[in-house]
């Protein structure tokens, strides 16, 4: 599925089969309303307060879920409450229905991702100068299944679900001199850490692509000098002095092998495909030139062609 937003919550979906076929496509809005009802409760949103988006996600049984969180006008918002819209549509791109999830707290859904099993995964973000990250996750009904210990970090930017039902997550924090960090942890489905590894050397490593081998992860990415916010692929890397990252660690996240490509112009590891040999795809940005980088690895992560 390729999916895309834009600054008015219009969205669309084009899907593609697995040898890269052209199947359908749907576009809609995410939907506001001045009143939801949950159970026996009425509850009266602010008209000026909308749903802004979190993401598109292919569900198990072949539906789509628009996923999108309630954003409260600052004079008048709920206290005690976070509202997520699930706006389902089937197999064709047909409108089902609006299904909502009450989290019984104020806070910011910086990130969602979805499992192979429906499992919905928050990243949430508490107000206040002194806010602290945690990780939520719910079933498809909006049944809480686990929730993390406080996370010192910055920005989660990818997710990827091994083969064991284990869950990982790229992300950026701090050290001690203010210092960007590139870092990876893994969690289970009841948000219980079950490993967390810091990457810096002399720039922070942040990896957009994970992929599981049969003795370890290989993640790709950049490095970076500066704090980032977000990534966009069309405009983040214009002026960015970065280089792509490969980063080969067991299955604990300890590094195996590394390998940063040194080119002239800034390059981005975007993903890989693992056969006998590694093919590694990328971009590269030269000033207002953007190239599309295609490589061939050896197991070693050294370049053959």
Request: without cysteine; negative net charge; hydrophobic residues 40%.
């Amino acid at each position: 599925m390729l999916n895309m937003f834009d600054d008015t919550e219009a969205h669309k979906t084009v899907k593609f089969s697995s040898l890269g076929s052209y199947i359908n496509e749907f576009s809609d809005v995410i939907y506001q309303y001045d009143t939801l009802f949950n159970g026996n409760d009425t509850i009266a949103l602010n008209s000026v307060s909308r749903f802004t988006a979190n993401g598109i996600f292919p569900l198990s049984d072949g539906t789509s879920a628009v996923i999108s969180a309630w954003a409260p006008n600052y004079m008048n918002k709920l206290t005690d409450t976070t509202i997520v819209q699930l706006s389902i549509y089937d197999n064709i791109g047909q409108f089902v229905d609006d299904r909502y999830i009450f989290i019984n707290a104020t806070v910011g859904v910086k990130n969602v991702f979805v499992s192979s099993t429906d499992d919905i995964i928050f990243i949430l973000e508490t107000p206040g100068a002194n806010s602290e990250t945690y990780i939520y996750i719910t079933d498809i009904q909006g049944n809480p299944v686990g929730l993390s210990d406080p996370l010192d970090i910055f920005e989660v930017y990818s997710f990827f679900e091994n083969n064991k039902g284990e869950y990982l997550f790229s992300a950026s924090s701090f050290n001690g001199s203010a210092d960007l960090i590139g870092l990876l942890f893994s969690m289970n489905r009841q948000g219980q850490g079950l490993w967390f590894k810091q990457y810096l050397n002399k720039s922070a490593w942040i990896f957009t692509s994970m992929i599981e081998m049969n003795d370890g992860y290989l993640f790709t990415g950049f490095n970076i000098n500066k704090v980032l916010l977000e990534i966009d692929w069309r405009t983040t890397f214009d002026a960015e002095n970065v280089k792509a990252v490969l980063l080969k660690t067991d299955f604990l996240g300890a590094e195996v092998l590394q390998n940063m490509l040194q080119n002239t112009e800034s390059t981005v590891g975007a993903s890989v495909l693992v056969g006998e040999n590694i093919t590694f795809f990328g971009g590269k940005y030269d000033r207002t030139i953007h190239s599309t980088l295609i490589l061939k690895l050896n197991q070693d992560l050294k370049i053959i062609n």
